[in-house]
Protein backbone atom coordinates (compact mmCIF):
# COMPACT_ATOMS: atom_id res chain seq x y z
CA UNK A 1 0.00 0.00 0.00
CA UNK A 2 1.23 3.21 -0.99
CA UNK A 3 0.20 6.25 1.13
CA UNK A 4 0.04 9.98 -0.43
CA UNK A 5 -0.55 13.46 0.08
CA UNK A 6 -2.18 15.37 -1.87
CA UNK A 7 -1.24 18.92 -2.61
CA UNK A 8 -3.86 20.74 -3.99
CA UNK A 9 -6.78 18.27 -3.42
CA UNK A 10 -9.77 20.02 -4.13
CA UNK A 11 -9.00 21.31 -7.41
CA UNK A 12 -9.87 19.53 -10.77
CA UNK A 13 -6.77 17.24 -10.98
CA UNK A 14 -6.65 16.83 -6.82
CA UNK A 15 -10.47 15.70 -7.36
CA UNK A 16 -9.51 13.62 -10.50
CA UNK A 17 -7.38 11.51 -8.61
CA UNK A 18 -8.86 11.32 -5.24
CA UNK A 19 -11.72 9.59 -7.26
CA UNK A 20 -9.47 7.08 -9.15
CA UNK A 21 -7.65 6.53 -5.69
CA UNK A 22 -11.04 4.73 -4.14
CA UNK A 23 -10.71 2.29 -7.08
CA UNK A 24 -7.28 1.57 -6.40
CA UNK A 25 -6.55 -0.71 -3.74
CA UNK A 26 -2.64 -0.43 -3.83
CA UNK A 27 -2.84 3.02 -2.99
CA UNK A 28 -4.65 5.62 -0.48
CA UNK A 29 -5.14 9.33 -0.40
CA UNK A 30 -4.16 10.00 3.85
CA UNK A 31 -4.21 13.61 3.91
CA UNK A 32 -4.90 16.62 1.51
CA UNK A 33 -3.29 20.31 1.48
CA UNK A 34 -5.36 22.79 0.22
CA UNK A 35 -6.19 26.65 0.75
CA UNK A 36 -9.91 25.92 0.68
CA UNK A 37 -11.63 22.50 2.20
CA UNK A 38 -15.31 22.38 2.04
CA UNK A 39 -15.62 18.77 3.97
CA UNK A 40 -15.83 16.90 0.64
CA UNK A 41 -13.23 14.64 1.09
CA UNK A 42 -12.73 11.46 3.10
CA UNK A 43 -9.14 12.30 4.60
CA UNK A 44 -8.28 15.25 6.54
CA UNK A 45 -7.81 18.04 4.52
CA UNK A 46 -4.43 20.72 5.76
CA UNK A 47 -3.96 24.88 4.72
CA UNK A 48 -0.44 24.47 4.18
CA UNK A 49 1.78 21.16 3.86
CA UNK A 50 3.88 22.36 6.66
CA UNK A 51 0.80 21.79 8.91
CA UNK A 52 0.24 18.38 7.75
CA UNK A 53 1.42 15.87 10.22
CA UNK A 54 0.30 12.55 8.96
CA UNK A 55 3.27 10.49 7.68
CA UNK A 56 3.20 9.18 4.19
CA UNK A 57 5.03 7.63 1.21
CA UNK A 58 5.03 10.29 -1.03
CA UNK A 59 3.15 13.63 -2.05
CA UNK A 60 1.63 14.59 -5.32
CA UNK A 61 1.40 18.00 -6.03
CA UNK A 62 -1.21 19.62 -8.22
CA UNK A 63 -1.24 22.70 -7.06
CA UNK A 64 0.90 26.03 -8.44
CA UNK A 65 4.23 27.04 -7.95
CA UNK A 66 3.85 29.52 -5.13
CA UNK A 67 3.95 26.71 -2.97
CA UNK A 68 7.70 25.45 -3.87
CA UNK A 69 9.79 26.73 -1.61
CA UNK A 70 7.63 25.28 1.66
CA UNK A 71 7.04 21.97 -0.61
CA UNK A 72 10.77 21.54 -1.07
CA UNK A 73 11.51 22.38 2.47
CA UNK A 74 9.15 19.47 3.81
CA UNK A 75 10.01 17.27 1.54
CA UNK A 76 13.71 17.05 3.00
CA UNK A 77 13.08 17.80 6.24
CA UNK A 78 10.98 14.75 6.14
CA UNK A 79 12.44 12.94 3.36
CA UNK A 80 9.14 12.82 1.60
CA UNK A 81 9.29 12.08 -1.78
CA UNK A 82 7.64 14.17 -4.18
CA UNK A 83 5.46 13.90 -7.33
CA UNK A 84 5.66 17.47 -9.10
CA UNK A 85 2.73 17.93 -11.57
CA UNK A 86 2.38 21.04 -11.55
CA UNK A 87 3.62 23.68 -14.40
CA UNK A 88 4.47 27.03 -15.04
CA UNK A 89 7.93 26.84 -13.04
CA UNK A 90 10.49 29.42 -13.77
CA UNK A 91 14.19 28.67 -14.47
CA UNK A 92 15.20 29.48 -11.01
CA UNK A 93 12.39 27.55 -9.73
CA UNK A 94 13.67 24.66 -11.93
CA UNK A 95 16.82 25.35 -10.38
CA UNK A 96 15.59 24.74 -6.47
CA UNK A 97 13.99 21.47 -7.59
CA UNK A 98 17.47 20.40 -9.63
CA UNK A 99 19.20 20.88 -5.98
CA UNK A 100 16.39 19.40 -3.55
CA UNK A 101 16.37 16.42 -5.70
CA UNK A 102 20.35 15.88 -4.22
CA UNK A 103 18.40 15.58 -0.84
CA UNK A 104 15.05 13.72 -1.37
CA UNK A 105 13.52 11.82 -4.25
CA UNK A 106 11.79 14.29 -6.80
CA UNK A 107 9.49 13.24 -10.46
CA UNK A 108 8.88 16.01 -12.14
CA UNK A 109 7.27 15.86 -15.14
CA UNK A 110 5.20 19.01 -17.48
CA UNK A 111 2.86 15.71 -18.41
CA UNK A 112 1.98 12.83 -16.64
CA UNK A 113 0.45 10.92 -19.94
CA UNK A 114 1.80 7.74 -21.05
CA UNK A 115 1.19 8.91 -24.79
CA UNK A 116 3.05 12.11 -24.31
CA UNK A 117 5.86 10.60 -22.49
CA UNK A 118 6.13 8.10 -25.58
CA UNK A 119 6.09 10.65 -28.17
CA UNK A 120 8.47 12.73 -26.49
CA UNK A 121 10.98 9.37 -27.05
CA UNK A 122 9.67 9.03 -30.75
CA UNK A 123 9.96 12.38 -31.60
CA UNK A 124 13.77 12.19 -30.81
CA UNK A 125 14.48 9.30 -33.25
CA UNK A 126 12.30 11.50 -35.67
CA UNK A 127 14.60 14.61 -35.00
CA UNK A 128 17.44 12.76 -35.86
CA UNK A 129 16.89 12.09 -39.15
CA UNK A 130 14.12 15.06 -40.57
CA UNK A 131 15.95 18.33 -38.90
CA UNK A 132 19.67 17.28 -41.27
CA UNK A 133 17.26 16.69 -44.03
CA UNK A 134 16.16 20.62 -43.59
CA UNK A 135 12.37 19.72 -42.38
CA UNK A 136 11.24 22.99 -40.05
CA UNK A 137 9.96 22.29 -37.02
CA UNK A 138 6.94 23.82 -35.02
CA UNK A 139 4.64 23.26 -32.38
CA UNK A 140 1.28 23.94 -32.10
CA UNK A 141 -0.59 23.30 -29.03
CA UNK A 142 -4.30 23.73 -27.47
CA UNK A 143 -5.94 24.30 -23.84
CA UNK A 144 -8.71 25.82 -22.34
CA UNK A 145 -9.73 29.22 -21.55
CA UNK A 146 -8.53 29.10 -17.86
CA UNK A 147 -5.26 27.67 -18.43
CA UNK A 148 -2.42 30.52 -17.54
CA UNK A 149 0.72 29.67 -18.56
CA UNK A 150 1.78 29.65 -21.93
CA UNK A 151 3.29 28.26 -24.14
CA UNK A 152 2.34 24.75 -22.34
CA UNK A 153 4.63 22.80 -20.20
CA UNK A 154 4.43 20.11 -22.38
CA UNK A 155 5.05 21.65 -25.44
CA UNK A 156 8.02 23.29 -24.07
CA UNK A 157 8.87 19.45 -22.88
CA UNK A 158 8.55 18.20 -26.60
CA UNK A 159 10.55 20.76 -28.05
CA UNK A 160 13.69 20.47 -25.60
CA UNK A 161 13.02 16.87 -26.17
CA UNK A 162 13.82 17.51 -30.08
CA UNK A 163 16.68 19.98 -28.82
CA UNK A 164 18.15 17.83 -27.14
CA UNK A 165 18.49 15.10 -29.83
CA UNK A 166 19.98 17.94 -32.45
CA UNK A 167 22.44 19.23 -29.53
CA UNK A 168 20.77 22.21 -28.60
CA UNK A 169 21.09 24.02 -31.68
CA UNK A 170 17.81 25.40 -32.04
CA UNK A 171 16.36 28.23 -30.40
CA UNK A 172 12.28 28.79 -29.90
CA UNK A 173 10.14 31.59 -31.12
CA UNK A 174 7.36 32.09 -29.53
CA UNK A 175 6.09 35.12 -31.56
CA UNK A 176 6.38 35.88 -35.45
CA UNK A 177 4.38 39.18 -35.58
CA UNK A 178 6.99 41.22 -33.84
CA UNK A 179 9.48 40.67 -36.95
CA UNK A 180 9.03 40.76 -40.44
CA UNK A 181 11.80 37.79 -41.95
CA UNK A 182 12.15 34.73 -43.48
CA UNK A 183 12.25 32.24 -41.05
CA UNK A 184 15.72 31.00 -39.55
CA UNK A 185 16.58 27.07 -39.98
CA UNK A 186 17.97 26.44 -36.69
CA UNK A 187 14.43 27.53 -34.68
CA UNK A 188 11.35 25.25 -33.09
CA UNK A 189 8.46 27.70 -33.53
CA UNK A 190 5.86 27.05 -30.42
CA UNK A 191 2.53 28.51 -31.17
CA UNK A 192 -0.12 28.13 -28.20
CA UNK A 193 -3.97 28.34 -28.77
CA UNK A 194 -6.67 28.93 -25.63
CA UNK A 195 -10.46 28.39 -25.93
CA UNK A 196 -13.11 26.69 -24.94
CA UNK A 197 -12.93 23.84 -22.58
CA UNK A 198 -9.98 21.18 -24.38
CA UNK A 199 -8.20 19.09 -22.40
CA UNK A 200 -4.68 19.06 -24.31
CA UNK A 201 -3.84 18.71 -27.71
CA UNK A 202 -0.24 19.10 -29.33
CA UNK A 203 1.19 18.72 -32.62
CA UNK A 204 4.49 18.63 -33.84
CA UNK A 205 4.84 19.24 -37.50
CA UNK A 206 8.30 18.50 -39.48
CA UNK A 207 7.33 20.63 -43.23
CA UNK A 208 10.04 19.29 -45.47
CA UNK A 209 9.72 20.01 -49.13
CA UNK A 210 6.39 18.77 -50.81
CA UNK A 211 5.83 16.40 -47.57
CA UNK A 212 4.97 17.17 -44.22
CA UNK A 213 5.26 14.93 -41.10
CA UNK A 214 2.84 14.98 -38.20
CA UNK A 215 2.32 13.79 -34.40
CA UNK A 216 -0.16 14.35 -32.43
CA UNK A 217 -1.82 13.79 -29.14
CA UNK A 218 -5.09 14.80 -28.10
CA UNK A 219 -6.17 14.17 -24.65
CA UNK A 220 -9.90 13.66 -23.65
CA UNK A 221 -10.16 13.27 -20.18
CA UNK A 222 -7.90 14.21 -16.77
CA UNK A 223 -7.98 11.03 -16.26
CA UNK A 224 -5.04 10.32 -17.93
CA UNK A 225 -2.91 12.87 -16.29
CA UNK A 226 -4.51 11.69 -13.01
CA UNK A 227 -3.36 7.96 -13.66
CA UNK A 228 -0.05 9.00 -14.55
CA UNK A 229 0.63 10.64 -11.36
CA UNK A 230 -0.73 7.76 -9.30
CA UNK A 231 2.09 5.55 -10.65
CA UNK A 232 4.92 8.23 -10.46
CA UNK A 233 4.04 7.94 -6.65
CA UNK A 234 4.03 4.42 -6.61
CA UNK A 235 7.16 4.09 -8.20
CA UNK A 236 8.84 6.54 -6.30
CA UNK A 237 7.91 5.31 -3.12
CA UNK A 238 10.97 4.10 -1.31
CA UNK A 239 13.32 5.73 -3.81
CA UNK A 240 16.56 7.24 -2.68
CA UNK A 241 17.17 10.96 -3.39
CA UNK A 242 17.23 11.82 -7.22
CA UNK A 243 15.42 13.30 -10.02
CA UNK A 244 13.18 11.00 -12.00
CA UNK A 245 10.78 11.49 -14.81
CA UNK A 246 8.05 9.64 -16.73
CA UNK A 247 10.67 7.25 -18.65
CA UNK A 248 11.60 5.86 -15.29
CA UNK A 249 8.19 4.95 -14.38
CA UNK A 250 7.27 3.84 -18.36
CA UNK A 251 10.70 1.41 -18.03
CA UNK A 252 10.09 0.79 -14.69
Known amino acids: MTEIIMVGCNGK ?13 SIEIVAGVDVFDDGRNSYPVFKNIEECNVSADAVIDFSNPQGLDLL ?13 CTTGYSESELAQIQEASKKVAILRSANMSLGVNTLLKLLKDAAKVLAPAG ?3 EIV ?5 QKIDAPSGTALALADSINEALDNQYNY ?7 REKRKKNEIGIMAVRGGNIVGEHEVIFAGTD ?16 KGAISAAKFLKGKSAGMYDMSDVIEG
Request: aromatic content about 8%; glycine content about 4%; overall charge negative.
Open 173 to 179: VYDRSSV
Open 13 to 25: MGQVITNLVKEDD
Open 141 to 145: EKHHN
Open 211 to 226: EVIEFKHTAYSKAIFA
Open 72 to 84: LKVGIERNLPLVL
Open 135 to 137: YDI
